[in-house]
Structure formats: C-alpha cells, structure tokens
C-alpha cells in the first residue's frame, strides 16, 4: 500500500511537470532573473576568515584589546637589500618613494630612514625632546656615511624596527589609516596607487623592494580567492563536460545538461549576494562544487531516460518513468550530500556556518533544476538516435562490471582482506596527522608575496603580530619602575626565543630616554637602577607632551600597556609550546594579584580557531552519520542494512585520514572539510545501489544473491559515470594556489573514487556473506518505503 502511495505521488509530480512544462520553465527564467539582480549585493571579504565565535573568551580578549589599542593589522612594510642603500642616487629614491606614500590619505604616517627621530637632553629645562636626526636627510655622500654609522652603532631603540644589521636590509614602517583596513578602500589603494607606486621605483631603481604585512597580505590572498572562482568553474565545466561527452557521445545530452549547471552557478553567485554573505576561501568553491554535484544528477536522469528509449521508443512513457524512478531516488542522494554540508551551520563558526547553509541551498536547488529541464527539454526534442544509444552497451563498462562482478562472486575473502589491510593502515596514519593553525600556510607558495613573507622571516623575524596585554591594575601603573622592570623581564624571555621578533613596548621608549640623558651613548640602552630614577624620571615627568614614543603602546589612562613581538611562520607544535612558555613567564613574572597579562593576536586567534573547528568536526561529521543513519532507517527499518551501507562510506574516510597522516598533510580549516563533503557524497552511490537492491529483491522473491548481482548491474554503469565525473571534478581544485584548496580537491576526489569501489566491491560482497541473517530480517520483507532507482 505504501508502495503504491508513494508511486502515486511521484506519478503525480511527473505529470505536474510535463503538463505545465512552459510555466515551469517560465518560473525558473523569472527566478533567475531575480537572483542575477542580487549579483550586485555580493562582496568580497576584507578581513581574516574568524573560526571562532563571537562570544568565544579569545574573541572577546581580542576584541577587547583592540578597543584599548586600536587594529593591530594596519602595518604595511617595505624593504630594500641593497647594499648601495647609503648612496646619495638610491637614498634620494627612497627619500622620495617614502615621502610620496606618506602623501596618500589611507596612510596616518610612515616612519623610515627618512624621518627617524631621537630623543635629545634639555638640561636647562630638564626634560627630553624629541628632534628629527639631522644627518637623515643628508644627501652627500660623508654625510650619508655619517648617517649609516649614526642608525647602525647609536640608535638601537631602531634596530630591528628600521634595520636589520646581519642582512644590511633597510625596511619602513607605513600605517594605513585603521578605518579602511577593513573595507575595499584597501583593496583600491592597494592595487591601484601603491603597487604601481612600488613598481615604478623598482624600475627607475632597478631595485627589488619587498613588500609585506597583514593589510597588504590580505589584499593579494584574497584577489587570488576571486581570480580563482573563475578559473575553477571554467575548468570544472569543461572537464565534467568532456566526460559526459565521452560518456554519452552527445552533444544534445552534454548541452541540457551544461544549461542545468549553468543555471545552477547563477542561482548560487544569486544566493550569496541575497544572503548577504561575503565570498571568501570556502564560499568560492560554491558555484564549481555545484557543477561537480549537479552533472551526476543530468548524468542518472539522462541515463534513465535513454535506456528507456532503448526498451520501448516511447518518448512520454520514458520521460514519465524517469521522473517516477529516478526523482525519489536522486532526491534522497541529494538530501545527504546537503544534510553532509549543513552540518557545518551547527559549528558556530560564522565562515563555516554561511559556507554549510549555501551549499546545502544549492544542492538542493540543483536537484529542483535537473528534475525539471531535462524532462521538460527532452519533452521538446525529437528522440535520440541509435548512435547516441550505444553507450548503453559500451564494452568497456561491461568488462569493469563483469571484473566487479567476479570479485563479488570469487573473491570475498580477498575484498575483505584488502578492506582490513585498508583500515590497519588508516587507524596507523591517523596518529601521524598534526594540526596546522598557521595563518599563511594555505597562501599561494609561488606567489611573490608569500616568497616577500620569508624573507621578512629571515630578515626581521616574521610579520604575523603576537600581542600581550598588561594590566597594572592601578591608573598611569604601567610607568611605574617595578612595572617596567618586569615587563622588561618578560622581552628578555621573548628576545630568548628565536622565532619571535625583538619585542617593542614602553620598555624601549625608557630605555631610550635613559640613553638620551647620557647624551645618546648607546650603551647607556637599558631602564633606569632604582639609583637613575630620582634624576632620570624628573625629565621624563617634563616630557608627558611629548610622548609619541609611546603612542599605541599605553592607553589614555595609564593602566594597561602591551608588548608587540611578530612570528615566524613555523609548525603549530612550535607555535604551542612557545605560547606554552610565554604564558609560564608571564604567571611568574606578573603576579594575579596585582598585574593581569594576557597574550592575544591574529596569530594565536587563528590557531585557537583551528583548534575549535577541529574539536567540532567530530561533532558535525557524527551529526552527518547520524543524519544518513536515519534516512537508512526510514528506507529500510533494519539496523542489519544501517550498519552494512555506513561500513563502505566510513572506510574511505578512515584511509584518507590515514594518507594525510604519512604523507604530512595537516588538518587545519580547509582539509576538516574533506571528511564532511566526501561522506555526504559517497553516501549517495549506496542509496542508489541499495534502492535498486531493495527493488531486485522483491522481484527474485528475496533471492539476496541474484538481487545484488541484478542491482550491481543496473547501478554500475551510473555509479561509475558520476564517481568519474566526481574524481575530475574535484581534481580541478588541485590546479588552486592554495595549498588548502588543492589538498581538499586531491583528497577528496581519491576518497570518493575508494567510496566508489566500496559501494561496487565491499557493500554487494557484505550482502552476499551475511545473506542468511539479512534474508530472514522481516523488516525488509515489510519495507516502511520503496525506492525506485535508476
């Protein structure tokens, strides 16, 4: 009765379809139209993709910290090695090229070899001053010498700031106005006036200038984000293209279902910009996903359709049935792979979650599109010829059904072996896989800003900020001697570490005062001995109006100062443990009764983030098991057949994860989604293979032997177009520049390949050994709901 009901309905839905196929198509043309106005709502993102949160304590501690001191991400720097820098052509080049940045309005100031200042002694007034270094803007050549031994042997409070000694690399400092740090006036600036700014010195210089921080980073990582949408949908489009010509020998076939994808790839860039949400490194992968996705549903619909041609001739009849068999069926695959995205809107993590909801919407609408225009255009097209048939009966398929066949029928033991061999091997590798929360690693290695990042590695140890927070606890506490005295302690520490920059805080301004008060000798670079206070800080005290030193390292009130150090870019293990050493320092060095200290960052809150999400994915990957569990349950009402067709999508998983451990490939946000997308997708192929089982099983009188062969028949030839089309989908990812992006194609693409021969090979094998206990389960003789397949 169920049976028919359900029949019933989808022969409902078929005539539906092709008795209003002109509104149909009416409807689908206006909502197009509608989603291609919401084109101009989309943006693109201008800020670091947030893993955690909002109310997460890092989000907050960082939030808050950016409150007290502003956006720690607005810092451009420039470089030169050259070592003609302290001559008066190249000198009076950079003079310029400094001076002509300064002059843009997105930039507060610029501090450089140019404008160096130095703290000079006032003894009638008793207090320092701060002057512009004469020599700097020298422009003779013993001046310039002068100059070059004045910065390199008596200003230390620059070293490492402007200069790095070892490598005679001089570099500038230039800070972007914070309230467009984060808008598209970056990118506008960046790509309009200051790269052709920097270009045009590199060539009247023939110079190399090296150009980094997060504003500039950031600006270039995520052009690349856009160039590559392009460039994926073009090639997912061709690739799946190609293939299904190759499958179908048709160029009506490829054609409709070139349209339906098309279709699809506006409808998601509509959904984006309807939404609201800004296209960042996971959104991008929307529209080409849609046309991995989408081609294996054209791929079961057309092939239905043509083998009901095949049979009978009969245009209405087929288009009827295909709608009848195959919408149930693909409706629920495509339930999965959706339900496999939307866990990720349950991690809480706002790049994941808009990445989860539009995905799962357009898997959706994918499938709403294909149901619809290809029986809807097949309807207005005259039958196809019996050239376009042939592939029906390709001898090629036939020998890999025949070859799978034979491994069912003969070799169970060995398909078992290989699987427990399989999943030895992925339980191993699983304990080799580490965790990666660096924020570059997933940037294009090739690119000449990635290679501008190590050499400022090398030469100043690192552009990524690390922060830490003191609170005094007490109004103007930070100034205090005892305070600067363990702030002092704790640079020491971090001067001792060597992936970390020489740290820069109030500590330096003092030390430079002092020196300035033993009329600039360097080696008086130190904080003051309780003896030096009592006639040091009365010139200090003269000096509060004076006091750009300090600006951004203080705030207003005195309370709360920071310490500014960057990062190398080194293994999140290292990361750890030096975050591990400052936090035991700063619990030694800074009491909690009487000092607060906390160490925050871009740097540390990504990883902190990696952290999280990585917690989630076993969360969401359960939910997704879960979720295709019930679907199992609401097909079969059989926990033997739940268990049985969770077995071939799990193993690829486990094995995967296993070739990301020996071979180093880490889990950071872009790999975490390899398991989700995978298991969603490949669960597919055993919804179709089982519903055409569960068809062949009441037909052969519940014979589970000729059931699964008859099954393994029918489903091979689709299972094996759509997982081929899967495999060269994805596979277009690996020609991304992000290490993350062609990791998640590569790794996925083999994951659904395995997951295919699984559902083949393992899943028909598992039916026939355990065919006494399966054949005797009641509950399958009194199916809750009939599927009918392909």
């Known amino acids: 009765m169920k049976k028919k009901k359900e029949s019933n309905v989808w022969s409902l839905v078929a005539r539906l379809i092709l008795r209003n196929r002109f509104i149909l198509l009416a409807a689908i043309l206006g909502m197009t139209f509608f989603l291609a106005t919401q084109w101009k709502y989309m943006q693109f993102t201008f800020t670091e993709a947030n893993l955690l949160p909002d109310n997460h304590p890092e989000n907050i501690l960082y939030n808050s910290f950016t409150e007290t001191f502003g956006d720690e991400g607005n810092v451009i720097v420039i470089a030169l090695k050259d070592s003609l820098f302290f001559t008066p052509d190249k000198r009076n080049a950079w003079r310029e090229l400094n001076n002509q940045i300064e002059a843009f309005p997105e930039i507060e100031m610029v501090l450089s070899t140019d404008n160096l200042q130095e703290l000079i002694k006032d003894q009638k007034n008793q207090k320092l001053v701060l002057q512009k270094i004469p020599l700097s803007v020298a422009k003779d050549s013993t001046a310039i010498l002068k100059f070059k031994e004045k910065l390199f042997l008596e200003l230390p409070f620059y070293k490492n700031l402007i200069f790095d000694i070892e490598t005679n690399t001089i570099r500038s400092v230039i800070y972007m106005n914070p309230d467009i740090v984060n808008t598209s006036k970056r990118k506008d600036f960046i790509f309009d006036q200051f790269i052709p700014l920097i270009e045009s010195f590199e060539n009247k210089t023939s110079s190399d200038v090296h150009v980094s921080g997060m504003p500039y980073i950031r600006t270039l990582n995520a052009q690349n984000i856009v160039d590559e949408i392009g460039l994926f949908v073009l090639g997912a489009t061709l690739i799946t293209s190609l293939i299904f010509f190759l499958f179908f020998r048709s160029f009506r076939a490829t054609f409709i279902s070139l349209f339906v994808v098309a279709i699809g790839v506006m409808w998601a860039f509509g959904i984006l910009g309807w939404l609201g949400y800004e296209i960042t490194v996971l959104t991008a992968l929307i529209p080409p996903l849609i046309i991995v996705i989408g081609v294996p549903n054209c791929i079961f619909l057309i092939n239905k359709y043509q083998q009901e041609i095949a049979k009978h001739s009969n245009q209405a009849k087929s288009l009827q049935r295909v709608i009848i068999k195959v919408g149930n069926a693909t409706l629920m695959t495509n339930l999965t ?133 003191i609170d005094s606890k007490r109004e103007n506490g930070i100034v205090k001697p005892a305070t600067l005295q363990r702030m002092n302690q704790l640079q020491e520490t971090i001067e001792e570490i060597p992936e970390l920059a020489p740290p820069l805080s109030v500590v330096n301004a003092i030390k430079f005062a002092k020196q300035a008060y033993y009329n600039g000798n360097p080696n008086y670079f130190s904080l003051p001995t309780s003896q030096e206070n009592s ?86 990957l359960s939910l997704a098991i879960f979720l295709i569990a019930l679907f199992m349950a609401f097909l079969f009402r059989s926990f033997k057949m739940i268990i049985i067709s969770l077995i071939p999508n799990l193993l690829p998983l486990i094995i995967t994860a296993g070739v990301m451990g020996f071979t180093g490939i880490p889990l950071k946000p872009s790999t975490i989604l390899v398991f989700s997308i995978a298991f969603g997708i490949s669960v597919d192929d055993t919804i179709h293979f089982l519903a055409k089982y569960r068809q062949e099983l009441i037909a052969n009188g519940w014979k589970i032997n000729k059931a699964v062969f008859a099954a393994l028949r029918e489903t091979g030839i689709s299972m094996f177009y759509t997982s081929i089309v899967l495999f060269f989908g994805f596979s277009v990812f690996m020609s991304s520049n992000f290490g993350g992006t062609q990791a998640l194609g590569g790794l996925v693409a083999v994951t659904l390949l395995m997951a295919m021969l699984a559902n083949l090979i393992l899943l028909p094998s598992l039916l026939i050994s355990l065919e006494d206990t399966i054949s005797n389960d009641k509950v399958l003789k009194k199916p809750k709901i009939e599927i009918l397949d392909a």
């Open 535 to 620: 006639f040091i800080y009365p010139y200090l005290n003269n000096a509060k109006g004076n006091n750009q030193l300090i600006n951004g390292y203080v705030d207003s009130t005195g309370q709360f100062g920071r310490i500014t150090t960057y990062m190398k870019d080194i293994e999140t293990d290292r990361m750890e443990r030096i975050e591990a050493d400052l936090r035991a320092a700063m619990a030694k060095i800074f009491p909690k009764s009487r000092y607060g200290a906390e160490i925050t960052g871009k740097a540390l809150l990504f990883l902190k983030g990696t952290k999280y999400l990585i917690n989630n994915l076993i969360l969401s």
């Open 337 to 469: 792979t959706a339900s496999g995205f939307a866990t990720f809107i349950l991690t809480n993590s706002k790049i994941l979650k808009e990445f989860g909801v539009v995905a799962s919407i357009n898997i959706i609408a994918i499938f709403a599109l294909s149901l619809l225009i290809i029986p809807i255009s097949y309807s207005l097209m005259p039958l196809p010829k019996k050239k376009h048939l042939k592939h029906l009966k390709n001898k090629s398929i036939d020998y890999f059904v025949r070859w799978m066949e034979n491994k069912v029928r003969k070799k169970r033991v060995n398909v078992y072996i290989v699987s427990l061999i399989g999943l030895i091997i992925g339980i191993t590798g699983i304990y080799q896989i580490k965790i990666s929360g660096s924020l570059i690693e997933d940037m294009p290695k090739s690119a000449e800003f990635f290679q501008d990042i190590r050499f400022f590695d090398q030469s100043f140890n690192g552009i990524v900020p690390v922060e830490i927070w």
